[in-house]
Structure formats: structure tokens, C-alpha cells
């Protein structure tokens, strides 16, 4: 009898589901609902869009011919409601649909802060999908020269201000943290992240947060007042204080939430025999973890998708994220975390090595070795040996008396060949890397 699975959401977790559903059966009846109005697309490479650096159609993954090929119906739609014990969905157009098997994708969102003024003309909160990318682009355009307020300094927020910033506005970041890029940063590669906002013509301002944004007589922003008393003017303002994952429509149905996720066991299962779970709305408590959240990035997301297909489809097969990795832009300076990358201060089992940046004000290359084994590296400013420092922590090579030739690029591990090494993470990430480290 023909299967007919569902998966809600059409990011990198849903569309690898589908396509390991579909190699899983070929017969099968797959369902994609997406609650966006656009195809999927490489949501890392926002930013290089905004920039200028490459084109809508570049950014689309999914055109109608490939989901045609692949024999999947694509639903423009959101559900409202699930029933699991009747396995059916209720969708916010009034339509059902059951299913037999179903994968939660549903990702996250921007979370809104309770600012007084946040809805204000001018406030945009969150930059995270293709219509806020679309909107900031529109709105720097028409306030070249304008003050901007990024509130958030975390990856997204820094990224945004970058873009504001070569798009010629002159941009303000509020962060209520100690650091910038935080949680992914330490008391030093903060300092050196703020030394380059400032360098490129941006302004920061530490430790406070925005109290309330104000607005002019016909309701467009003016200001951003923070918690120091500063009013900062502003004619466009984002707010970038993080993501929450989207599971406000399972309240009420039955499936176990953990943590603000949907949790899931070591198969990627919910509390439901024939519903799955993947991607940024997951709790998995063997998952590596940045800060309290799951480590959410593209990689992880494509792993989980396919994991969680493979196990609807009666496979048993352990979801195990691996190595600790995250790779992206930090402002506009390319950074990789690797295993236990910050370890605490107090934690007497870990040695920590710093290494020459050969006197590059704008990098900071930091390993962590514990028990004569290399657990850890946080590599900010231009990458070098990050496929060589994973392939050792991945093999569990004993590196003691070799610590400070690690980052040597003349040094190469005994029993480790060169020619064995491969790229680390996925393509999207590289090429941004690469699209960075090849600026002047």
C-alpha cells in the first residue's frame, strides 16, 4: 500500500528529508508544506546577496522542474494544528491531510524583545529569511548616508551591521552582552571583533541594551534609547537578539516540547511512533550545544533531515552530530569552531595554546589539548589548517610534544596523510569563507 508522508517545512531539514524519503521509496506519496513564499534557498548566502555579491535566482536551490523530478508535491500553506492520534493535519487554509508518516522541519524565527517602539516604520526584527533580506535591502537603498541601530551582536546581528555598513550607512551596534559574537567568542577574539567594527566606521556599544525606540509625528523611527540613557539616532533599525524555534502550533497536541524544542530521542523520534523531527526546531540531548541552544547550523540541519527520513522509514539509525563544528562570518571575518572550542577557564584537564598570527591585529588562533589529545580550536580572521586540526580531533591522534607546530602549515601529523584530508563542512560555508578571505 502506497505510504503518504508529510513534511512540514521547506528549509535544508525538510527538502534532505524528502529526498531521502524518495530514495527510501519510490512509490511513496511525499508532501512538502512550505509557510514561506519562496522556494527553498541558501539561507546562509543572504548576506552575500545584500552585499551585492550575488543574485536572487543564485540564492534558489529548488526550482518546480527538480521538485517535479523528484515527484513531490509542494503545499504553499501553514499548519495550524496536528492531531497525532488521528494523524492528520489541519492547515491554516481550513484543508486536512493525513498522513502516515510525518517530519517536523519547521526551523525558527526571530525572537521579539518587549521594546516599547518595536513596531514603529523603519524597525525590522529579526534578519533571518528571504523577506528581511528583501526589506533591508530596500530600506538601505533609501537611507544611504542614515544612521542604522543593529540591536544584537551576535553572528546575525554583526552580520547585518556589516551589510548596513558597506551599504553606506552609518551603523551603531547595541549588545547587551560582555562581548561581540557571542556565544562563539572569548574575552579576546571579542576585543579583536570590536577593533574591526570600529576600524571599518561602525560604532558599538557594550554591555547595554535598548530600552525603548522612538518615532517621529507620522510614526517612522527616529531613535533607539538605551539603557545608559543614550538616545542613538536611527532612520532604520533591526533587532537581532536571537532565534526561537517554531513550534507555537503544537501547544495542545501532544508532542513532548523540550526546552522551547520539539524533543526527539537518539533516532530523531518524537514522543509519536510516526512523527520525526529535524533541524532548528529540535531538542536532541546528545546534540552539541553553543552556549544553552543546540548548535543549529546548515550541516547539522542536512544531517538531522535525512536521519529522521531513513528512521520513518523504519531504519534504525542512531543520529550522531559528530565533531562539534561551526564555520561563517563573524562582521566580516571568517571564523571556525571546533570541538570544545572555549573551554572553561577552570577546567584543569584542558591546556589552551595560542599561536602567532604572523601579526594580524584581526585574527586569533586558539587550541585546546586535553589528555595529549587536540580537542578544540577557535580559529577567527583568515582560515588556515582547519581541515588538518579536524581530521586530528576526528582520529584522535595523540598530538603531546607537538602542541606548538599544530598551526605550523610546514607540519604535518605522522599517520596522517595530507592527501586524506577533506573539506570540512559544506560547500555553502566554503564558499563564504572563501568569498572573505579573498577581500584586500
Known amino acids: 500500500m502506497q505510504k503518504h508522508y508529510f513534511i512540514i517545512g521547506a528549509g535544508v531539514a525538510g527538502i534532505t528529508a524528502a529526498e531521502q524519503l524518495r530514495r527510501g521509496d ?6 512538502v508544506i512550505n509557510g514561506e513564499d ?31 523530478a523528484l515527484n513531490v508535491t509542494v503545499l504553499q500553506d501553514r499548519v495550524a494544528q496536528i492531531k497525532p492520534n488521528e494523524n492528520t493535519l489541519v492547515m491554516a487554509s481550513g484543508e486536512t491531510h493525513n498522513y502516515d508518516g510525518l517530519i517536523i522541519a519547521t526551523g525558527g524565527s526571530a525572537i521579539k524583545p518587549p521594546i516599547p517602539g518595536i513596531d514603529l516604520n523603519g524597525v525590522r526584527l529579526g534578519y533571518w529569511d528571504m523577506k ?5 535591502e530596500e530600506i538601505a537603498k533609501a537611507n544611504n548616508g542614515n544612521d542604522a541601530v543593529v540591536i544584537g551582536g551576535g553572528v546575525l546581528g554583526l552580520e547585518l551591521a556589516d551589510c548596513f555598513n558597506q551599504a553606506g550607512l552609518k551603523v551603531t551596534i547595541v549588545q547587551l552582552g560582555a562581548t561581540l559574537g557571542e556565544p562563539l567568542t572569548d574575552e579576546v577574539s571579542g576585543e579583536i571583533l570590536l577593533n574591526r567594527v570600529k576600524e571599518s566606521g561602525a560604532e558599538c556599544r557594550i554591555g547595554v541594551m535598548a530600552k525603548e525606540i522612538l518615532g ?41 516540547l523540550v526546552n522551547g524544542c520539539i524533543g526527539v530521542d537518539g533516532y530523531l523520534k518524537t514522543n509519536f511512533d510516526n512523527i520525526f523531527a529535524a533541524g532548528d526546531c529540535t531538542w536532541v540531548s546528545s546534540g552539541n550545544m553553543v552556549g544553552y541552544r543546540p548548535n543549529r547550523t546548515w550541516q547539522v540541519a542536512t544531517n538531522q533531515g535525512t536521519i529522521a527520513a531513513m528512521n520513518l522509514q523504519g531504519m534504525q539509525h542512531p543520529y550522531d552530530e559528530g565533531l562539534f563544528y561551526n564555520a561563517g562570518v563573524l562582521y566580516d571575518l571568517p571564523y571556525t569552531m571546533l570541538g570544545n572550542f572555549n573551554p572553561d577557564p577552570n577546567d584543569e584537564s584542558c591546556q589552551v595554546h595560542t599561536y602567532d598570527t604572523a601579526g594580524d591585529p584581526f585574527a586569533h ?3 585546546t589539548v586535553s589528555e595529549g589529545r587536540l580537542v578544540g580550536a577557535m580559529l577567527l580572521g583568515r ?7 579536524r581530521k586530528i580531533m576526528e582520529g584522535n591522534f595523540i598530538i603531546t610534544g607537538h602542541e606548538h607546530e599544530l598551526m605550523d602549515k610546514k607540519f604535518k601529523p605522522k599517520d596522517l596523510p595530507v592527501a586524506d584530508i577533506q573539506t ?3 560547500a555553502d560555508v566554503e ?5 572573505y578571505a579573498s577581500k584586500g
Open 38 to 68: 519562496y522556494p527553498f534557498y541558501r539561507r546562509l548566502s543572504l548576506s552575500t546577496y545584500l552585499q551585492g555579491q550575488t543574485t536572487l535566482e543564485a540564492l534558489t536551490v529548488k526550482q518546480p522542474e527538480d521538485y517535479e
Open 26 to 31: 519510490a512509490e511513496a506519496s511525499i508532501t
Open 216 to 256: 517621529d509625528e507620522n510614526g517612522n523611527v527616529r531613535a533607539v534609547v538605551t539603557s545608559a540613557g543614550e538616545e542613538i539616532p536611527a532612520k532604520a533599525v533591526g533587532i537581532c537578539i536571537g532565534i526561537r524555534p517554531n513550534v507555537a502550533f503544537l501547544q495542545d497536541s501532544g508532542i513532548e
Open 431 to 435: 564558499a563564504k569563507l572563501a568569498a
Open 365 to 367: 588562533f586558539k587550541l
Open 132 to 136: 528581511d533580506t528583501l526589506w533591508y
Open 383 to 389: 582560515q588556515r589548517r582547519t581541515n588538518i586540526l
Open 424 to 426: 570540512a563542512g559544506d
